[in-house]
């Protein structure tokens, strides 16, 4: 008797609205890796949550006590078998940048821990971010013999062309500090009671901020990606047919096996 294959968890995403506060968060326990379905849920959500009324600024987080995000799910990269799934894979990443970038409020981004690949570009796109002093980054994609394709531009819009460069030919973890000078992050924190005091007196500031001020804030910020909804699908398109290589195969099952 064959026993049926187990579905691939599709982790949570979960969104509550109190006080002018939107908190959009998602889990998946991988270490909060990005499996498509979950990055559907997350674009998803957060152009519903932009379009409430009720929510002048959003708290985008994960869950648990690990990482912030370690980026694209392997268990879905290495069942990738054609260019069509994997361009539909890499545009996950791509609609949560554009979902970001298009909802008119500022979202702020708390990072509690490591952030890897993907994860980082959805840091990236954030208006705000505010790290924990253990939120180490890594763009590991051409470790597995992809690149940052997709995140790139989010990547390099927010932290400068020499900063993507290095993150992108290292692919090895930068320090909290690094990235905060660099721009990724707008403040770190070194101990949790700081961490937990600087993201609520920066929600309760903006939760009472004029919201159509933001809103063309937010327009101001983002001028010059007008053209990210073409890039982004083009980008994802090369990630996907890379992503059949043999090189790459044999590199993400490395990376899976350690």
């Known amino acids: 008797m064959t026993t049926p294959a187990t579905a691939p968890d599709p982790g949570t995403v979960t969104a509550t609205i109190a006080d002018g506060i939107a ?3 998602f889990f998946h326990p991988k270490g909060n890796s990005l499996p ?3 990055l559907r849920r ?6 519903e949550v932009g379009h409430s009324r009720d929510a002048r600024v959003i708290l985008l987080q994960s869950e648990g006590g690990g990482s ?5 799910s392997f268990d879905e990269l290495v069942s990738i078998n054609d260019e069509a799934t994997g361009r539909d894979f890499f545009m996950g ?20 821990g490591k952030v890897a690949g993907g994860g980082i570009g959805i840091v990236a796109a954030s208006e705000y971010a505010i790290a924990r002093s253990d939120a180490a980054i890594k763009l590991s994609e051409l470790a597995i013999g992809i690149g940052p394709f997709v995140v790139g531009p989010a990547v390099e819009r927010k932290m400068g062309v020499g900063a993507f460069q290095a993150l992108t030919v290292d692919a090895d973890f930068f320090p909290a500090a690094w990235a905060a000078q660099h721009g990724l992050y707008a403040k770190v924190a070194d101990t949790q009671a700081e961490f937990d005091a600087v993201l609520a007196g920066t929600l309760k500031k903006l939760s009472h901020a004029n919201p159509e001020a933001m809103a063309q804030l937010k327009r101001i910020f983002w001028a010059g990606t007008e053209h990210w909804p073409t890039l982004l699908p083009e980008r994802a398109a090369m990630s996907g047919t890379l992503v059949l290589s043999e090189f790459t195969r044999n590199a993400i099952a490395r990376f899976k096996g350690k």
Do not use: D, K, N, Y
Request: glycine fraction near 2%.
């Open 42 to 47: 997350l674009a998803e959500t957060i152009t």
């Open 36 to 38: 498509s379905a979950l």
């Open 93 to 112: 990443f791509a609609r949560v940048i554009l979902a970001m970038r298009a909802v008119p409020q500022f979202i702020v981004t708390r990072v509690h």
């Open 68 to 72: 912030f995000c370690a980026g694209a």
């Open 23 to 25: 908190t959009v968060s």
